[in-house]
């Protein structure tokens, strides 16, 4: 058990619609990933928040948008869904960020599946 | 640019060692990682090594890193069934994210 926490698990949804997916990161992590996998283009980073604001930005669309709470969870928000964004979205989280991020390894959870028929 | 290249397929039989390669392109990663993702899983963090370090072992688990060649290799001894999964390779940016390669599967056969 990594520590991080998704959900659902599991979401299947129509074209058009909008959907929130939610994580918790490890106690004491601050910094927060999103990572999309599909069997097309691997996996992609979409964003990265640390201690609420955002460090990065990857491949992510426009119709989709992250945050990070002062609680330190994130939700990943996917709107206007199209058949193509059915992918496995994974949430993970490391300690740092900026000058201590690179000896912070990213602890994943176990990936919200997405399927929009 | 950031590039991470594996090959995409190993079939070894159990018993045997396994050996997973890797190669990258951005020569500041400080870290590298290797993951392994089971079916329907998430992704389980087996290992790293600093960018300063030639090796690493890890039980049954050796990283061997050729900085000058940017490549890496994951080596398993005695490879056993419940090793069959895809193993990632990444390397980190300075902000921490990783670019992943795009993974070996990795198939134990009786």
Redesign the interface.
Known sequence: DSGVTQTPKHLITATGQRVTLRCSPRSGDLSVYWYQQSLDQGLQFLIQYYNGEERAKGNILERFSAQQFPDLHSELNLSSLELGDSALYFCASSVGAGQYAYNSPLHFGNGTRLTVT | GEDVEQSLFLSVREGDSSVINCTYTDSSS??L?W?KQEPG?????LT?I?SNMDMKQDQRLTVLLNKKDKHLSLRIADTQTGDSAIY?CAE?D??????????TQVVVTP
Request: proline share 0%; net charge positive.
């Open positions: 400080t870290y990682y993951y899983a998430g992704l389980q963090l790293y600093f990632f980190n300075s902000w921490g994210k990783l670019q992943f390669g795009a993974g």
